[in-house]
């Protein structure tokens, strides 16, 4: 049986797989994590709890209403983006003049409380998502197998990934997103309402983190636990990629995932640490990340 570095194929790509798959969720994730520090300066440490949410969201959709997986790609973002909103006008519209760490202690302490409520309605205990009918089996690519739902998620996580960094970096709203940043006084002289687009902005990151809980839901279990187990690993991420770098964040998320996928293979123990290494050896070498600017 023919083997790669001494690893049967079978076993070398599908924790590739695995590690493509992880990377989509890091990619999505780390993604909105860019969009709100990039434009609001703000360390969203709840993403991973509205994570969590959109795939609750979706679950309650199904288990309630009978309203399936399609229909709650597009609704549970929505439902975590309103709630994204009501958080950005209500709580952290009042701490934009102050420290970072006001909204850091701000978003932590709600990420506590949203992922205690779900705790105590519905336990810690996962509760399954079927896989859509539509995307259920897979392929026999000859060297892998490959699950047809995980190919769709991959395949989904880029094309956001990438829709989002274009509208960002290459179209006139992201043009004025940027300039709100750097200089919002100027921009609201042009008539152009500042408060207004950095609650959209906000919505619209908290609804990415949405969007990648409905995406994992047929994956992983839906968890109160889930987000709380996935958030330090992104924000390593995102410290690697440079905080407020949109293709930094899309870059890196794959890219460490993939990485993780061959640490598995081979040298396992470590599997779970490489990402916080990579992050130590970033920060000695380029504090500001790998695509992240001097500040």
């Given at each position: 049986?023919?083997?790669i570095f ?10 590739l ?9 890091y ?9 709100i520090?990039g ?7 709840a993403?991973?709890?509205l994570?969590?949410l959109?795939?609750f969201?979706a679950w ?9 997986y399609?229909?709650?790609?597009l609704?549970?973002?929505?439902v ?8 950005e006008?209500?709580?952290?519209s009042?701490?934009y003049?102050?420290?970072?760490l006001?909204?850091?202690l701000l ?12 705790r ?17 089996g897979?392929?026999n690519l000859g060297?892998?197998?490959?699950p047809?739902?995980?190919g769709?998620?991959v395949?989904a996580?880029?094309v956001?990934c990438?829709?989002?960094w274009y509208?960002i970096?290459r179209t006139?709203?992201g ?10 006084v ?8 500042v408060p ?10 908290v609804?990415?983190?949405g ?5 994992a ?12 187990n996935?958030?330090i690993?992104?924000?390593a991420?995102?410290v690697i990629g ?9 870059l ?7 990485l993780e996928?061959l640490?598995?293979?081979f ?6 640490i ?6 130590a050896v970033?920060?000695?070498i ?6 992240g600017?001097?500040?």
């Amino acid at each position: 049986m023919s083997t790669i570095f001494g690893i049967p194929p079978q076993a070398l790509f599908g924790q590739l797989l695995l590690g493509l798959i992880n990377g989509s969720f890091y990619a999505l994730l780390s993604l909105g994590l860019a969009v709100i520090f990039g434009m609001l300066n703000v360390i969203n440490f709840a993403h991973g709890a509205l994570y969590m949410l959109g795939a609750f969201v979706a679950w309650l959709l199904l288990t309630t209403a009978g309203i399936g997986y399609w229909w709650a790609l597009l609704l549970a973002p929505l439902v975590v983006g309103a709630f994204g909103v009501a958080l950005e006008k209500t709580l952290l519209s009042r701490l934009y003049k102050l420290d970072h760490l006001y909204g850091l202690l701000l978003t932590f302490g709600l990420a506590l409380i949203v992922e205690g409520a779900f705790r105590h309605f519905y336990g810690v205990s996962g509760q399954p998502y079927p896989i859509p009918d539509l995307l259920r089996g897979g392929q026999n690519l000859g060297f892998m197998f490959l699950p047809n739902y995980r190919g769709w998620v991959v395949v989904a996580s880029l094309v956001v990934c990438l829709a989002t960094w274009y509208a960002i970096e290459r179209t006139k709203l992201g043009a004025y997103l940027r300039a709100a940043t750097e200089n919002p006084v100027l921009v609201q002289a042009f008539g152009i309402n500042v408060p207004l687009m950095i609650t959209a902005t906000y919505g619209f990151g908290v609804a990415l983190a949405g969007l990648a809980g409905v995406l994992a839901a047929p994956i992983y279990q839906v968890s109160p636990l889930m987000g709380s187990n996935l958030i330090i690993v992104v924000f390593a991420v995102v410290v690697i990629g440079g905080m407020g770098s949109i293709l930094g964040a899309v870059l890196t998320g794959y890219g460490l995932g993939l990485l993780e996928g061959l640490t598995k293979v081979f040298y396992p123990e470590a599997s779970n640490i490489v990402v916080f290494v990579i992050m130590a050896v970033v920060l000695l070498i380029k504090p500001a990340g790998l695509f992240g600017r001097e500040r």
